[in-house]
Each structure stands twice: as structure tokens, then as C-alpha cells.
Nanobody, 126 residues
Framework: QVQLVESGGASVQPGGSLRLSCAISGNTYINYCMAWFRQAPGNEPEGIAAIDNEGTTSYADSVKGRFTISQGNAKSTLYLQMNSLNLEDTAMYYC????????????????????WGQGTQVTVSS
């Protein structure tokens, strides 16, 4: 059983930066993908960044060039560095893990991931 706990969400002004963290326990998979999703009120969940056990990354166009996904040691921590935040980045942010390898790179589709955290709120406002 994989457990995930997100942290780092906050309220920031447009143009600001935040780093989200996801503490992961129980991830014994050799091949895996880890991802960040977000969901704003009234919107569908959006996969925004993913990374696999080889370090291959995927990004949604909406965050490419502004957000960076990375993982810590021993598959136990996932990070999302968010720069140049704008109002449209306001959402609940979730991390997710799947014990699988994808030849085309880590996916950004919600249905591909089995384990999810409870989320951390990011609010961008002036």
C-alpha cells in the first residue's frame, strides 16, 4: 500500500513561486511513475507534470517552462517547483503514484494512477 502526503500549498501573489512536496511511503515498485495533478473548482482534474524511475519527465503545456518536477532520494519524496505563478494556477494540487513503466514517458492521465494523496491548496491572488 502506497501512502502520499502533500505539503507546501499556500497563498501567493501573481509572479510568485512555491515548492510543493509529496512524502511517499510504501513505494516498493522498481518501475514507477509519479505525477502532480491539480483541480480547480468546477474543472476536471488536470495532469500537469510526471516523472518515472528513469527520470523521464512529462509536462502539460499550461505549465511547461514554469514548473519543474523532481524526486528526492529513495523514491520517498516528490517535488513540484512552481515559478511565475498566475491566477489560473489556483487549484488543489495532488500527487499520484503508479507502479508501472510507460514506453512513451510517464502519463498525465488521471486513470493511469492508482495511489493519490489528499491534496494541498495553492491560491494565487493579488
Amino acid at each position: 500500500q502506497v501512502q502520499l502526503v502533500e505539503s507546501g500549498g499556500a497563498s501567493v501573489q501573481p509572479g510568485g513561486s512555491l515548492r510543493l512536496s509529496c512524502a511517499i511511503s510504501g513505494n516498493t515498485y522498481i518501475n514507477y511513475c509519479m505525477a502532480w495533478f491539480r483541480q480547480a473548482p468546477g474543472n476536471e482534474p488536470e495532469g500537469i507534470a510526471a516523472i518515472d524511475n528513469e527520470g523521464t519527465t512529462s509536462y502539460a503545456d499550461s505549465v511547461k517552462g514554469r514548473f519543474t518536477i523532481s524526486q528526492g532520494n529513495a523514491k520517498s519524496t516528490l517535488y513540484l517547483q512552481m515559478n511565475s505563478l498566475n491566477l489560473e494556477d489556483t487549484a488543489m494540487y495532488y500527487c499520484a503514484v503508479e507502479g508501472a513503466y510507460y514506453n512513451g514517458g510517464p502519463p498525465l492521465e488521471e486513470y493511469e494512477y492508482s495511489y493519490w494523496g489528499q491534496g494541498t491548496q495553492v491560491t494565487v491572488s493579488s
